[in-house]
């Protein structure tokens, strides 16, 4: 199993690698005031600053042997396409390995004009059964990336089907935050058309705002309010891990680790990067069975994040389950 | 309130009854389109095939699916196309929806593109022409589009393709869960909701306002937020689907 990282700077390659990166994934946006940046974290930060950028960290990644994926992984306006397909020309001059896209209609581009490169459908392409594995495979990816939100025995299962197919699958595996549905998901989007619109509301974590709320109740036909209104927040303020997953996810066959943290400090996304692979070593190895593999993440959790594993903060409740019953 | 020529949808709520009234005219939206287990019961299908007859058109909406939701959407769309033949619709929010009907190919469900699908482009002016040319390949002729701006902005380019626009009445969608937070009183996300459910959604829903003063409706395992500053659903739409939400929550009511 290969751990794919975020990477921001050419600067970041010799960290992260340092830290166990076997894979980058990175974007760029060369001009933030258009506005334009066809991945799913359009912020200047998060991104290479230039296709000189990404250039460079090919070079230096590739001398490590880590290849870089290019990420066009958001949902274009039309007028977006035809520049998306320059930028996607580009990252291939500059000797990227692979294309991630979140849009299904430009695998057939993608497969023609990027051959030989592994051509992926990022997580906004919404991958939840194994239909939707062949309508992308039948489309030109060779690699999915599954969505955040299905349960390690479904993916178990999708993993089976991908093998029968030759397609590899990516699952997240740290870090992970939101309860929406990232493939569907317009909350950020909409908050921030209606603040425009004199709402004032930020447009960071919009979701996390905690807002008045009523429930009501169903009496026969008619619905009242039952429920004195209190506030409510669509998504929780955490983050949460998955490490002790990687236990089911290498057992089934997942091809890869995907690692989130395009936002993070540098530091703290090579200290998960490190942890992982510290996990992943010990799956090599044999060491890991049922009774043991959570115990190995919680003593790596400590060893490599500086804090104890929180229960509560765990993201797969299979993991949840053993976790509370001691493994 | 419905433009000349416009078509008009109703959604039908489930568990229905077998003398429950039916739309006297309109087609019949049944199913869901955020979660697998709000799809049509057996004995619903069954109902409403033995009242085929009272029913000017169907439409089975189908959320984002899991191998095991997939397949009750197989089996559906069998008994369902074979009862109702040439009209009968499926309308996909799942990539895997379009695999599944190429296969079951000719067996007489037309193909919708959903607003999950639809709606990723919202906030643009367009919809890229390779979507469409997807769409196209895959005999989709109607797409429901997420808010009235869109429509405007596409509908035109839509019509040159020769689709068909449905706009959904009285809200549009923004997200959707699988940590459903209904059963807990909309408390919070329940992390572990995937594994349980007591259809509460079915007596239950919230509403929660917004700091710009708009209102979201919280259904089951969606966020929904209501049309405003509109009199009444566009006349631009081709169908207007009228969701089974409260009718006090019309804001043009």
Redesign the interface.
Known sequence: MQIAVPLRSPDEVERLVRAGADEFYAGVMDDPSSGYCPNARPMPSSNLRSFEDLKESVARAGSAGVPVMFCANA???????DRLKADVLRACEAGVAGIITA????LP?LARRAPGLTITAGT?????????????A??GAARVVL?R???LT?IG??AA?AAERGVQLEAFVADIGC???N?????H???A???E?????PKAAA?R?R????????SGEL?SRR?PG?E?????PWTYCATCSLFHLHRCGIAVAKIIGRHRPLEALASQVAMVKAYLRLLDQGELDASNYVAAGRRLHREHLGSACDASRCFY?EVRRDLRGGA | MTAPGQEVAFFLREPLSAEAPLPRSGRIYLGDETCERRLPAMATLESLVSRRNEIAGLTLMTP????E??ARVAETVARLSAAFGRGFEVVA????????LE?MGGRGAELVCGR?LA?????????????L??LAARGVRRVEL?SAAQLRATRG?LRERGMKTHLHWPA????????CPCDG?????D??A??SCSRSC?????????????R?I?RGNA?L?LHEGLSGPPEEADRIVHDDL?AGLDPSA
């Open positions: 949902p274009l306006a039309g007028w977006q396409a849009e299904p209609s430009m581009w906004l392409a919404g991958t939840f059964n194994s239909l939707a594995v062949d309508f992308l039948g489309a969505d939100l299905l349960t479904e299962r999708l089907h309860v929406h549905v493939a569907v998901c317009l909350f989007q909409w908050s058309a209606v603040s619109g004199g709402g004032g509301h979701c705002v807002m008045p709320l009523s429930v009501w109740e169903r619905f429920v209190h409510y927040a669509a998504a929780d409740h | 984002l699916l899991t191998d939701g997939m929010n799942d990539w895997g929806v379009l695999e599944l296969r999950l709606g990723r482009y919202m906030f643009f002016d367009s919809f890229p022409e390779e979507f040319d997807l997420n380019r549009m969608f923004l997200t959707a869960t699988r940590f009183a909309f408390a919070g996300p992390r572990e995937i594994a079915d007596r239950r829903f919230a509403v929660m306002t917004h700091p710009s003063g708009r979201l919280l966020y937020a409260p």
